[in-house]
């Protein structure tokens, strides 16, 4: 019990000082967040010049698997990797060990869940022409923006690629790999993800 309760107390105090330092990463990098943010290690964070990464209130972000159990292999990684990028966080969101990447655009709405290693690109990164795939032109990279509506949960290990709107309430299944438009309140689940279902509605959710 002792030795418990002195791994439980170490753990609290390196989390208290890693929600400081991680704010402080936060600003440095230019990063804006609204109140009640939780996060108790430091994300990493590419933002580049020109570039806008914007927190909505009481957002979570889980960087470590003591945070989230679930299975967070990975800090959190929140991205704006090219001038003029976007990526918009609403309030209540929660984060864990996910990979949010915007070359143009990405935009999470409110009390959105995500789980642990899921990852959304709005970008191919490399040219699909073979000839082109060394030459790091962005010019030769298809990109198309990401947006995700309130209330919706993406599962563990999901991924979210380039130029989907997921609806309000959907659910996205743990491995699914979501390539296409997603309805409001469907459930989808494979590799490309289909609609498997429809997800139980609440008062709150934007139809």
Same mark, same amino acid.
């Given at each position: 019990?002792? /030795?418990?309760?002195l ?6 105090? +390196? ?8 704010? #402080?990463?936060?600003r ?6 609204g109140?009640?943010?939780? =996060? ?9 010049? !020109?570039?806008?990464?914007?927190l909505?209130?009481?957002? &979570?972000? #889980? ?7 679930a299975?967070?292999? %990975?800090? &959190?990684? #929140?991205?704006?990797?090219q001038?003029?990028?976007q990526?918009?966080?609403?309030d209540g969101?929660g ?6 990447y915007?070359?143009? +655009? ?11 290693g899921?990852?959304?690109?709005? &970008?191919?990164? %490399? ?11 962005? /010019?030769t $990279?298809a ?5 995700? !509506? ?9 991924? =979210?690629?380039? !130029? ?6 959907? $659910? =996205? ?5 979501? &390539?296409?438009?997603?309805?409001? !309140?469907?459930i989808?689940a494979g ?11 609440k008062?709150?959710?934007?139809k």
């Open positions: 019990m002792v /030795l418990r309760f791994i439980e107390g170490d753990r609290k105090v +390196r989390w208290r000082i890693g929600s400081f330092w991680a704010r #402080l990463v936060l440095s990098y230019g990063v804006g967040y109140k009640g943010l939780c =996060v108790r290690s430091v994300p990493l964070i590419l933002r580049m010049k !020109g570039a806008r990464i914007q909505g209130r009481k957002v &979570t972000i #889980l960087n470590e698997l003591a945070e989230n159990p299975g967070i292999c %990975h800090r &959190t990684a #929140l991205c704006a990797a001038k003029g990028a990526l918009i966080i609403g969101v984060i864990s060990g996910a990979i949010l915007a070359w143009r +655009r990405v935009e999470i709405g409110d009390r959105v869940q995500i789980g642990a899921a990852v959304v690109y709005d &970008t191919d990164f %490399h040219s699909l022409n073979a000839d082109d795939w060394l030459s790091c032109d962005p /010019l $990279v990109v198309a923006p990401v947006v995700i !509506g309130p209330d919706v949960w993406l599962g563990a290990r999901s991924m =979210v690629l380039k !130029g989907v709107t997921i609806g309000a309430g959907a $659910v =996205v299944g743990a491995g699914a790999v979501v &390539t296409k438009d997603v309805p409001a !309140g469907a989808v590799v490309p993800a289909r609609v498997i279902g429809e997800a139980p509605r008062s709150n959710i934007a």
